[in-house]
């Protein structure tokens, strides 16, 4: 009789150390995934904050291009008070100049625009992917958090019973 309580008792206390061990490694996988989905907000908002950098430099691009584009008809249109022919044919080089500086200026915004859409989709996408990840981690940590709960709520119920069988020994 005392043989299998303490047979009984023994399986006790080896389920007591599996339920421990189990318990320390829902607690690590629960710290590991707390870690990566704080990990994961960061990279987001240094996503939307590279984002928002983009967006205010592409304006910024916008309104110099703006500028220059008003400076060009200003020119164009001061160009036609010309009294000389000389002056004109200089005007007129110079123009030409301008012209093709501001369209190699135009060129390099619309290229800066398309690679700031471009970017502006990656991290996007990217936000969309964190985002779900975060909520794949947020959902692991809270069945980890109830099989915490349990395997706690067991381990106290495998104490009980140990001790009450530790008490019948005893008697």
């Known amino acids: 009789m005392k043989n299998?309580?303490?047979?009984?008792?023994?399986?006790?206390?080896?389920?007591?150390?599996?339920?421990?061990k189990r318990l320390e490694i829902a607690d690590k996988e629960k710290a590991q995934a707390g870690e990566l989905g704080l990990h994961l907000l960061k990279e987001k908002e240094q996503l939307e904050l590279t984002?928002?950098?983009?967006?205010?430099e592409f304006e910024v691009i916008r309104s110099e291009l703006e500028k220059t584009q008003q400076k060009l008809t200003l020119?164009?249109?001061?160009?036609?008070?010309?009294?000389?022919n000389e002056l004109n044919q200089e005007m007129?080089?110079?123009s030409a100049a301008l012209e093709a500086r501001f369209a190699?200026?135009?060129k390099t915004l619309e290229l800066a625009k398309k690679h700031l859409q471009?970017?502006?989709?990656?991290?996007k996408s990217d936000?969309?992917?964190?985002?779900?990840e975060l909520i794949l981690i947020q959902t692991r940590v809270e069945e980890l958090e109830i099989e915490r709960k349990t395997l706690k709520e067991e381990l106290k119920e495998l104490r009980t019973r140990e001790q009450q069988l530790i008490g019948k020994i005893m008697n």
């Open 4 to 20: 299998n309580e303490e047979k009984e008792l023994q399986s006790l206390r080896d389920e007591i150390l599996e339920m421990t």
């Open 127 to 132: 936000s969309e992917r964190l985002q779900q």
């Open 51 to 56: 984002h928002e950098a983009l967006l205010k």
């Open 92 to 94: 007129d080089e110079d």
């Open 104 to 106: 190699d200026k135009v």
């Open 75 to 84: 020119f164009r249109s001061s160009q036609c008070n010309a009294e000389a």
């Open 118 to 123: 471009e970017q502006l989709i990656v991290y």
